[in-house]
């Protein structure tokens, strides 16, 4: 008890001296401010400040809110704007949505074309060397989508004397499993020609390809079934002649049907080994009558025509296509790591009319095949694919980077019906067949530029003066390849 009177006394003395304190600090603005009654009532000066203070803090809301709202309006603003990306792999704009976009890229090879020796290919007589530098390629390409499920192809050629339309097509993807394109485009026979230019190891179409119509006009249906393992595609064409692209129209009227499937059954499997193997056949079956149906010339490995159908002035030594062709064509690839390895066989048989020695309206069916291998060994350790090699490290002389490098290898054979000669085609100018030895340096300096360097030795049987074989020829390749 004695300490809470104790407690009780020290608070009343504390109050006590509070008290003279205030009276003191009071004392001087009491006598300083005359007149008691003008002085400002202190009680009013803190609710008008509580007043400004409450204002300033609405201000301060709405402001912040303001704020909310212009950046809630840039950001739909924003939304409703195209999206252009300016970069690699291409320039490309997309709507808001995603439902439409384009994108465009274009790439350039620039060849030359050395030939060690000259090459006799008229009566005997040696030819000048055909040395010379080239736009083997040069093309752009416009592609995109539009209503999601709709996309379109189109690339112009640019690289001969004239410009010339490639593509043009579009494909509408109803579900993975079925696809519907129409247009022009690659027709689906060729593993090796299905292949883009840019992504291929060899830089000249093998003599397979020589054998195979290459694009053409018309409708196909495609998709892929067993997540991707399982590839199709029919469709039905004008009929391009071969070794070249088809017409704008369809001059005989008859039509091609072309069917091909493609299996990777181990693409998503554990066998690593086993991921990048596929496999395939593709055939075609139609008519062609006339001079618009006859097929391109045959190349060499230094792309010298070597085989053609006789154009003789005379009606009599004229030969054209008469009557049923169909083709077959099994492929097959495989990527493991470095190595590639893709390799096809193609069979052609077509059937022709008239020819030196032959009546108008005689007829010779002609069977001509043709194969190869092609081989590839990334040095620098980068995946070989289909779709060609990506290097891990960009050349660079400060980076230390140097690309990647590839080893190519290539044979290849053609051998066409002896029945042709020399009603069809004349054995002076034309040879019976071809053996093609390829090798050669491909260099990724980065992903939009390739150095190609590559040496083609091809023997011929036939093909020149007096029934002799022409003599082999050596050439040297080289290519500088750049997309964009």
Same mark, same amino acid.
Not at 275 to 280: C, D, M
Not at 332 to 355: D, F, K, M, T
């Given at each position: 008890?004695?300490?809470?009177?104790?407690?009780?006394?020290?608070?009343? /003395?504390?109050?006590? /001296?509070?008290?003279?304190?205030?009276?003191?600090?009071?004392?001087?603005?009491?006598?300083?401010?005359?007149?008691?009654?003008?002085?400002?009532?202190?009680?009013?000066?803190?609710?008008?400040?509580?007043?400004? $203070?409450?204002?300033?803090?609405?201000?301060?809301?709405?402001?912040?809110?303001?704020?909310? $709202?212009?950046?809630?309006?840039?950001?739909?603003? =924003?939304?409703?704007?195209?999206?252009?990306?300016?970069?690699?792999?291409?320039?490309?704009?997309?709507?808001?949505?995603?439902?439409?976009?384009?994108?465009?890229?274009?790439?350039?090879?620039?060849?030359?074309?050395?030939?060690?020796?000259?090459?006799?290919?008229?009566?005997?007589?040696?030819?000048?060397?055909?040395?010379?530098?080239?736009?083997?390629?040069?093309?752009?390409?416009?592609?995109?989508?539009?209503?999601?499920?709709?996309?379109?192809?189109?690339?112009?050629?640019?690289?001969?004397?004239?410009?010339?339309?490639?593509?043009?097509?579009?494909?509408?993807?109803?579900?993975?499993?079925?696809? $519907?394109?129409?247009?022009?485009?690659?027709?689906?026979?060729?593993?090796?020609?299905?292949? /883009?230019?840019?992504?291929?190891?060899?830089?000249?179409?093998? /003599?397979?390809?020589?054998?195979?119509?290459?694009?053409?006009?018309?409708?196909?249906?495609?998709?892929?079934?067993?997540? =991707?393992?399982?590839?199709?595609?029919?469709?039905?064409?004008?009929?391009?002649?071969?070794?070249?692209?088809?017409?704008?129209?369809?001059?005989?009227?008859?039509?091609?049907?072309?069917?091909?499937?493609?299996?990777?059954?181990?693409?998503?499997?554990?066998?690593?080994?086993?991921?990048?193997?596929?496999?395939?056949?593709?055939?075609?079956?139609?008519?062609?009558?006339?001079?618009?149906?006859?097929?391109?010339?045959?190349?060499?490995?230094?792309?010298?025509?070597?085989?053609?159908?006789?154009?003789?002035?005379?009606?009599?030594?004229?030969?054209?296509?008469?009557?049923?062709?169909?083709?077959?064509?099994?492929?097959?690839?495989?990527?493991?790591?470095?190595?590639? $390895?893709?390799?096809?066989?193609?069979?052609?048989?077509?059937?022709?009319?008239?020819?030196?020695?032959?009546?108008?309206?005689?007829?010779?069916?002609?069977?001509?095949? =043709?194969?190869?291998?092609?081989?590839?060994?990334?040095?620098?350790?980068?995946?070989?694919?289909?779709?060609?090699?990506?290097?891990?490290?960009?050349?660079?002389?400060?980076?230390?980077?140097?690309?990647?490098?590839?080893?190519?290898?290539?044979?290849?054979?053609?051998?066409?019906?002896?029945?042709?000669?020399?009603?069809?085609?004349?054995? =002076?100018?034309?040879?019976?067949?071809?053996?093609?030895?390829?090798?050669?340096?491909?260099?990724?300096?980065?992903?939009?530029?390739?150095?190609?360097?590559?040496?083609?030795?091809?023997?011929?049987?036939?093909?020149?003066?007096?029934?002799?074989?022409?003599?082999?020829?050596?050439?040297?390749?080289?290519?500088?390849?750049?997309?964009?």
């Amino acid at each position: 008890m004695k300490t809470s009177r104790h407690n009780v006394r020290g608070m009343a /003395s504390g109050r006590r /001296s509070l008290l003279w304190l205030l009276a003191a600090v009071g004392l001087p603005a009491a006598v300083a401010i005359p007149g008691r009654a003008d002085a400002p009532d202190v009680g009013e000066e803190l609710r008008e400040l509580r007043r400004q $203070i409450q204002a300033l803090r609405q201000e301060v809301r709405i402001l912040q809110r303001q704020r909310e $709202i212009d950046q809630e309006q840039a950001v739909e603003k =924003a939304g409703q704007q195209p999206k252009v990306s300016v970069g690699a792999p291409n320039l490309s704009f997309r709507s808001p949505d995603s439902k439409y976009d384009l994108k465009i890229r274009g790439w350039v090879q620039a060849d030359s074309r050395w030939f060690l020796n000259a090459v006799n290919t008229t009566n005997g007589a040696a030819t000048p060397r055909g040395d010379t530098f080239l736009i083997r390629r040069a093309r752009l390409v416009v592609e995109g989508t539009f209503l999601e499920d709709f996309t379109y192809f189109f690339q112009p050629e640019f690289g001969g004397a004239n410009a010339t339309l490639l593509d043009a097509s579009v494909n509408y993807a109803l579900r993975p499993e079925f696809q $519907i394109k129409v247009g022009r485009f690659k027709s689906p026979l060729g593993l090796e020609f299905l292949q /883009s230019p840019l992504q291929s190891m060899g830089m000249e179409w093998s /003599s397979v390809t020589g054998l195979l119509p290459l694009r053409d006009n018309g409708v196909t249906l495609h998709g892929d079934l067993l997540d =991707a393992r399982l590839s199709y595609e029919v469709g039905l064409f004008n009929g391009g002649p071969d070794g070249a692209n088809a017409g704008a129209t369809d001059i005989d009227g008859t039509k091609d049907v072309v069917a091909r499937v493609f299996a990777q059954p181990f693409r998503e499997g554990n066998a690593a080994w086993l991921q990048g193997l596929g496999f395939g056949m593709a055939g075609s079956w139609g008519r062609h009558e006339g001079v618009a149906a006859r097929p391109g010339a045959l190349l060499s490995g230094g792309s010298q025509s070597i085989y053609q159908v006789r154009t003789d002035n005379a009606v009599t030594a004229t030969a054209e296509p008469d009557g049923a062709q169909w083709r077959w064509v099994p492929q097959i690839y495989h990527y493991q790591g470095p190595l590639g $390895i893709l390799a096809e066989y193609v069979v052609n048989s077509s059937e022709y009319r008239g020819g030196f020695g032959h009546r108008a309206d005689q007829h010779v069916r002609l069977e001509n095949t =043709a194969w190869h291998l092609d081989v590839g060994y990334v040095l620098t350790g980068e995946d070989a694919t289909y779709r060609g090699v990506r290097p891990r490290h960009d050349f660079s002389l400060s980076g230390g980077g140097w690309g990647a490098v590839q080893l190519f290898a290539r044979y290849s054979e053609l051998h066409l019906d002896p029945k042709a000669f020399p009603t069809i085609a004349n054995p =002076a100018y034309s040879v019976s067949d071809a053996t093609e030895y390829s090798a050669g340096v491909n260099w990724y300096l980065n992903p939009n530029v390739r150095v190609n360097l590559h040496y083609a030795l091809t023997r011929f049987n036939a093909g020149d003066f007096n029934g002799k074989d022409r003599p082999s020829e050596h050439a040297v390749l080289t290519r500088v390849q750049i997309s964009f």
